[in-house]
Antibody, heavy 123, light 110 residues
Framework: EVQLVESGGGLVQPGRSLRLSCAAS????????MHWVRQVPGKGLEWVSGINWNSGVIHYADSVKGRFTISRDNAKNSLYLQMNSLRPEDTALYYC????????????????WGQGILVTVSS | QSALTQVASVSGSPGQSITISCTGTSSDIGGYNYVSWYQQHPGKAPKLIIY???IRPSGLSSRFSGSKSGNTASLTISGLQAEDEADYFCSSYTSSRTPVFGGGTKLTVL
């Protein structure tokens, strides 16, 4: 059974940093790209960042580019999101999501999701 | 990249069919057949229910179907059931090589 478990969220002041982790199990982690997707409670979804299987291809949403860094440790079956210079508008539930490969290469389909971890940026 | 446009809410009675539309541009939905749909129940994580415009993941009910015409994608749910009441989000690959989601549609089963 695929499991994705996020950790590291919490309350942080604007301008500070936070590191999210996602522990993966139930599948061959280093066979798949992984993503972070966030959601303001009661609102829509926003893709944040994605990383391919060997960290060779990384993409970010414009809203976090230059502030957030995605990384992975295949030996530990773990995905990370380093969030710096946090802003109130970064407040959201952050989901770790597994990529579903497609014939086109990178289609951004998310077939398994964690339960989400809440990040609140406020003074 | 602006969010895809979805109507905020739709409703239907058990047994009926409903369609949720998702409108984008030629830089996303209109330019690629990489459209997906997600179902999200309150307090739960989203669940992939359609990918490649009209493909259902293994084991998903055939009551769910997807289509696309021009810059608009659609999700149809036939034979509505109480458990279908949820939020539905569309998503598309974009010319920026990143994905964009719709704002979501709340489905109420009357």
């Amino acid at each position: 059974e695929v499991q994705l478990v996020e950790s590291g969220g919490g309350l942080v002041q604007p301008g500070r940093s936070l590191r999210l982790s996602c522990a993966a199990s139930g599948f061959t982690f280093d066979d798949y790209a992984m993503h972070w997707v966030r959601q303001v409670p009661g609102k829509g979804l926003e893709w944040v960042s994605g990383i391919n299987w060997n960290s060779g291809v990384i993409h970010y949403a414009d809203s976090v580019k230059g502030r957030f860094t995605i990384s992975r440790d295949n030996a530990k079956n773990s995905l990370y999101l380093q969030m710096n210079s946090l802003r109130p508008e970064d407040t959201a539930l952050y989901y770790c999501a597994k990529d579903r490969p497609c014939a086109g290469g990178n289609c951004y389909y998310f077939d398994y999701w964690g339960q989400g971890i809440l990040v609140t940026v406020s003074s | 990249q602006s969010a895809l446009t979805q109507v905020a809410s739709v409703s239907g009675s058990p047994g009926q069919s409903i369609t949720i539309s998702c409108t984008g541009t030629s830089s996303d939905i209109g330019g690629y057949n990489y459209v997906s749909w997600y179902q999200q129940h309150p307090g739960k994580a989203p669940k992939l229910i359609i990918y490649d415009v009209n493909i259902r993941p293994s084991g998903l009910s055939s009551r769910f179907s997807g289509s696309k015409s021009g810059n608009t994608a659609s999700l149809t749910i036939s034979g509505l059931q109480a458990e279908d009441e949820a939020d539905y989000f569309c998503s598309s690959y974009t010319s920026s090589r990143t994905p964009v989601f719709g704002g979501g549609t709340k489905l109420t089963v009357l």
